[in-house]
């Protein structure tokens, strides 16, 4: 298993950037490949995918929302998990989520379901 510890989310007006962290565990052996993303949920919706990262490759993936403000990066001398997220709109207000699958992001890397481990979130609003 893997634990996933998120921080930096708060509070920013529109236009505003916040730089969210993960950082990650294992507990155990854990596989060769590793995918790790990013979610986020608003009050009454569902789960979606945000940004995802294959860690073996750096190959990214990023919601068609998202494209152009918000950037994945890993640093794995720290094992940690950033998203850089630039001209915040209110839509992207919600908790979000690091979560981790051992093995390739493709097919379908914003499918939430697909993912093991994941974080206790973190919370970001945008007004």
């Known amino acids: 298993d893997v634990q996933l510890v998120e921080s930096g989310g708060g509070s920013v007006q529109t236009g505003g950037s916040l730089r969210l962290s993960c950082a990650a565990a294992?507990?155990?052996?854990?596989?060769?490949?590793?995918?790790m993303g990013w979610f986020r949920q608003a009050p009454g919706k569902e789960r979606e995918g945000v940004a995802t990262?294959?860690?073996?490759?750096?190959?990214?993936d990023y919601a068609d929302s998202v494209k152009g403000r918000i950037i994945i990066a890993e640093d794995n001398a720290k094992n940690t998990l950033y998203l850089r997220m630039n001209s915040l709109r209110p839509e992207d207000t919600g908790m979000y989520f690091c979560a981790h699958r051992g093995g390739y992001c493709h097919p379908d890397p914003m499918i939430a379901s697909g993912y093991k481990d994941w974080g206790q979130g973190t919370q970001v609003t945008v007004s």
């Open positions: 990262i294959y860690t073996n490759g750096g190959i990214s």
């Open positions: 294992a507990s155990g052996p854990t596989d060769s490949s590793n995918c």
